[in-house]
């Protein structure tokens, strides 16, 4: 299957500061990631899509100034939390889309836990 | 919201077949079920898809009922390591439209 890696697996930083999460598609090209937010004991929550080329489409209630997105190639997109805070302390995970047989299918990366102190 | 229904747990015991049922009661002729789970502090992790044909592969096998209306997943000698959150999620074959909505999933538990 296809391999999505993320980096860092977990950051601890201070409150204000800005922190830059790295989400790459291992072993194929992926025109389309995303980027997801969870809390403990909570399901997944998509936070914005990430187009390669093109400015990211965020879900209602994610601030795009706050969560910048950049997709420069086919296999690299950066979630940069601007100004983080405590509430922004979550599991942070991306996904890519990649082909499974004749059906698209989403991959995920491990995740990047984020502590703001 | 979610479209499917999945019971919140499960136990199982280790070497035993493990049977998770979805339910997906309003599914359209063009949709897909995808099962993915998530062990704890991970990222979820792609299982097996189908959409109207029984599915196997080296994880685990799909079993979609006639009307289309629920599926069960089974791991057919559950380990320790199955021990996970496991999501079932209907998607529109085809679609550009990637997003996945995710409910509660079921939370399997095999014992020793």
């Known amino acids: 299957g296809a391999v999505v890696s993320q980096h860092p697996s977990r950051v601890i930083c201070k409150s204000g500061t800005s922190v830059k999460i790295e989400c790459r598609s291992l072993?194929?090209?992926?025109?389309?990631m995303f980027w997801y937010r969870q809390f403990p004991k909570q399901s997944l929550m998509l936070m914005a899509t990430?187009?390669?080329?093109?400015?990211?489409?965020?879900e209602q209630g994610v601030e795009k100034d706050k969560f910048l997105i950049n997709h420069a190639s086919l296999t690299l997109s950066t979630l940069t939390v601007t100004s983080a805070h405590p509430e922004d302390s979550s599991f942070y995970i991306c996904s890519a889309i990649g082909s499974e047989g004749a059906q698209e299918t989403q991959y995920f990366g491990p995740g990047t836990r984020l502590l703001v102190l | 919201d979610a479209k499917t229904t999945q019971p919140p747990s499960m136990d199982c015991a280790e070497g035993r077949a493990a049977n998770l049922p979805c339910n997906h009661s309003?599914?359209?002729?063009?949709?897909?079920v995808y099962w993915y789970r998530q062990i704890h502090s991970q990222g979820p992790q792609y299982i097996i898809h189908?959409?109207?044909?029984?599915e196997t592969n080296e994880m685990a096998s799909l079993i979609i009922t006639e009307d289309r209306k629920s599926s069960t997943l089974i791991l057919p000698h559950a380990t320790l390591r199955d021990t996970a959150v496991y999501y079932c999620i209907v998607r529109v074959a085809g679609d550009s439209n990637y997003q996945l909505i995710w409910g509660a999933g079921t939370k399997l538990i095999i014992k020793p």
């Open positions: 072993d194929f090209q992926a025109t389309t």
């Open positions: 189908g959409l109207k044909n029984n």
């Open positions: 309003t599914i359209s002729g063009n949709e897909y």
């Open positions: 990430s187009n390669e080329g093109s400015k990211a489409t965020y």
